[in-house]
């Protein structure tokens, strides 16, 4: 099992930044994929990016492609999510997940470990 906690989260105005960060602990970090969703009041948990196990593959939301960046540092356990370009259509709880296996997926299925979450606001 895959504990994770998500760090990172805040209000920030349209336009601006933030770089969330989740911290893995228990299995391997470098021996699967991780992913980020995200999920807004009274909508679907959603997709928001995913990276394999080596850091070299990556996938984006056509929501968030050009805005965000995913990364991985499999020395210090820490996936981040750079986002930029923030919209007020952001907003919402984003979760990070770690992956049953080496590569990622789009679904939650995919996913057998799920951060607490972390509350992203954008303002207009």
């Known amino acids: 099992q895959v504990q994770l906690v998500e760090s990172g989260g805040g209000l920030v105005q349209a336009g601006g930044s933030l770089r969330l960060s989740c911290a893995a602990s228990?299995?391997?970090?470098?021996?699967?994929?991780m992913g980020w969703f995200r999920q807004a009041p009274g909508k679907e948990r959603e997709f928001v990016s995913g990276?394999?196990?080596?850091?070299?593959?990556?996938k984006y939301a056509a929501s968030v492609k050009g805005r965000f960046a995913i990364s991985r540092d499999n020395a210090k356990n820490l996936v981040l999510l750079q986002m930029t370009s923030l919209k007020p259509a952001d907003t919402a709880v984003y979760y990070c997940a770690a992956g049953r296996g080496s590569g990622y997926s789009d679904d939650t299925k995919f996913f057998g470990s799920w951060g607490q979450g972390t509350q992203v606001t954008v303002s207009s």
């Open positions: 990276i394999d196990y080596s850091g070299f593959s990556t």
């Open positions: 228990g299995r391997t970090f470098s021996s699967y994929g």
